[in-house]
């Protein structure tokens, strides 16, 4: 009898062992979120990166092992499902809803086969030459390499807006926003939203309130690190790459390398008010 107790005793402890190795593993691991803007050829701003320069990041990714993966699989990981990740994960997203998503970046996710997630306004799709049009974003998505996700109704900058509103009309717009936008998408392309982009990289607690209380199930910001459980759902920090990024910043990013401070805002530990 003390010997099968023993026995039992040691297995016990060899479980919890294990068990805190495994969760340990969760919260450590991290994956960087790339977002990009305008791709374009000539015209260089503060928001462009070159088809050739993108391309080549792309390639650098495939050589060195790297993974990308659907935006949905993260979520599911960062929520805490029983998701396996592989071993060099990495996200892509573009914001805002330019024309060259359709122009330069379609051609070369489907020459490396790598998902990629658009945050869409509607208030820009089918406005101007530069922007996408409803027929090709539908025409992005039949790809099975593009999803479509909110940016918002017209991309405000809600610290400036808020500054000349009442409270009751900031109310109202922050609803439009969030909600009408997400209901526009889901109408006109026929998908379920889930998560959204926050224009600037600007959100508060009001703002999370409002877009879990829209049915948004994460949100996104620009905080320079890498997305983690330690991080609310409605404050998953994304990196902005630029043009002026050259190929050791872009590879120092990836390897988690070039990481800004922890967001205290952002963590999960923080009480929202």
Request: aromatic residues 14%; without cysteine; hydrophobic residues 40%.
């Amino acid at each position: 009898m003390y010997y099968l107790r023993h026995f039992f005793l040691k297995l016990l402890t060899l479980f919890f062992i294990a068990g805190s190795s495994l969760v340990f593993a969760d919260t450590s691991t991290t994956v960087p979120i790339l977002v990009y803007h305008v791709l374009n050829p000539t015209i260089p701003s503060s928001m462009t990166i070159t088809p050739e320069r993108f391309e080549s990041q792309i390639k650098w990714l495939k050589d060195n092992g790297y993974t990308v993966i659907p935006l949905k699989q993260l979520v599911s990981y960062l929520q805490g499902k029983n998701v396996t990740l592989p071993a060099k994960p990495i996200v892509i997203t573009a914001d805002d809803g330019w024309k060259s998503d359709y122009t330069y970046m379609y051609p070369i996710a489907r020459k490396y086969n790598i998902p990629i997630t658009l945050f869409i306004y509607p208030g820009t799709i089918s406005q101007g030459k530069n922007a996408l049009t409803w027929d090709q974003l539908k025409e992005l998505m039949h790809t099975g390499l593009f999803d479509v996700e909110d940016h918002t109704f017209t991309h405000p900058n809600f610290k400036q807006e808020k500054k000349h509103m009442s409270s009751a009309a900031y109310e109202k717009f922050v609803h439009r926003e969030l909600a009408d936008s997400k209901k526009v998408l889901e109408d006109k392309l026929g998908i379920k939203i889930d998560y959204l982009a926050w224009p600037f990289g600007i959100y508060d607690n009001y703002l999370e309130q409002q877009a879990a209380k829209a049915g948004y199930v994460m949100a996104f910001s620009i905080d320079y690190r890498h997305a983690s459980r330690i991080y609310r759902p409605m404050a998953q920090p994304r990196y902005m790459i630029v043009e002026s990024e050259d190929m050791p910043i872009f590879q120092s990013i990836v390897k988690g390398k070039a990481q800004g401070s922890v967001d205290t805002r952002a963590l999960a530990t923080q009480k929202q008010s």
